[in-house]
């Protein structure tokens, strides 16, 4: 029985655009631990079927194969070789099954290589691979530690929907791999014939440039907020370090910050909007929006 008194996260969609199979193994919420919450868990569609114990799932837009989750510990008990828990987070309860390690097999009686359960209402996290026994989705425990922060869960619950609405809701797309695509694209649309006179390509070249113009100035402009974005952290981490703060290096650049610096720096006509070309950059994972700030998005 879950506990009452936090609102239930926004229900996942199961359709629409998601990251490429053969991008998996670039996407870093693939190699890590996303940060969910146990009724994310319970709801993850299958990404494979080639019925492994072990999962690959859809979290949103992004395939994940291991999870991060924090709870209240319900029930304990352990069964041959391995120690059972459920978690609840107030969204949910999942199997944790933590298997007993071989590295104390050598160690003298059996009670050595054991784990001890911890004590019911011990708030605690888990991290682990998304497994299937019996056609209920559980957590197969690498790491687990109890958390003596009374703070912990909601600071958990927080950082998990963040994730949700910035990162894992957004398809991958690797950034070498799109800008090599739009390159090859507009090559191939102003190719001109060797055949024709030089007049005859300079005409060619002005025909087909017309229409490559402005997606050439689009990426030309994408290019130098990207670099904007990266000078304006760089010299905010420099100022942190300056001046002893724990966060340097970890700096990020304000809408405002960067619209002041984009409209300095930048001597012609915009091609796009900040706010699109900004919304691009965070599509293609060049960039993550870290706080989406007021309405007008004046503090983003």
């Not at 494979?48 to 304990?76: F, M, N, Y």
């Not at 003596?148 to 950034?175: G, I, N, Q, T």
């Not at 070249?205 to 907020?225: H, I, K, R, W």
């Not at 981490?237 to 910050?257: K, P, T």
Request: proline letters at 4%; glycine letters at 8%.
């Amino acid at each position: 029985a879950g506990r009452r008194g936090l609102r239930q996260p926004p229900a996942m969609p199961t359709t629409g655009l998601r990251t490429q199979k053969e991008l998996w193994g670039k996407d870093p919420v693939f190699l890590a631990y996303a940060k969910v919450l146990v009724s994310q868990v319970l709801a993850l569609e299958e990404a494979t079927d080639d019925g492994a114990e072990l999962c690959i799932c859809w979290l949103g837009a992004r395939a994940v194969q291991k999870v991060e989750i924090c709870g209240v510990v319900i029930e304990a008990f352990r069964r041959e070789k391995r120690l059972q828990l459920r978690l609840d987070d107030s969204t949910g309860v999942v199997l944790c099954v933590w298997w007993d390690t071989s590295f104390a097999s050598h160690q003298v009686g059996r009670a050595a290589a054991e784990r001890c359960a911890p004590p019911l209402g011990a708030s605690m996290h888990v991290q682990g691979q998304l497994s299937k026994f019996g056609g209920e989705m559980q957590i197969r425990v690498e790491n687990a530690w109890m958390e003596m922060d009374p703070l912990a869960e909601s600071l958990h619950w927080v950082e998990a929907r963040r994730l949700w609405h910035h990162v894992y809701k957004r398809a991958f797309r690797h950034p070498g791999l799109a800008r090599g695509t739009r390159a090859a694209h507009e090559a191939s649309t102003t190719t001109v014939p060797p055949s024709l006179s030089r007049s005859g390509a300079a005409v060619a070249a002005d025909t087909s440039a017309a229409g490559g113009s402005a997606a050439v100035a689009e990426q030309e402009f994408l290019d130098f907020v990207l670099l904007a974005v990266r000078d304006v952290c760089s010299e905010l981490g420099r100022a942190g370090s300056r001046r002893g703060d724990r966060a340097a290096g970890g700096a990020g650049a304000s809408y405002a910050e960067l619209e002041t610096v984009v409209r300095r720096s930048w001597r012609s006509d915009m091609p796009l909007e900040l706010p699109g070309a900004l919304s691009q950059l965070v599509d293609l994972s060049c960039v993550y929006v870290v706080d989406e700030g007021d309405r007008d998005g004046r503090d983003r």
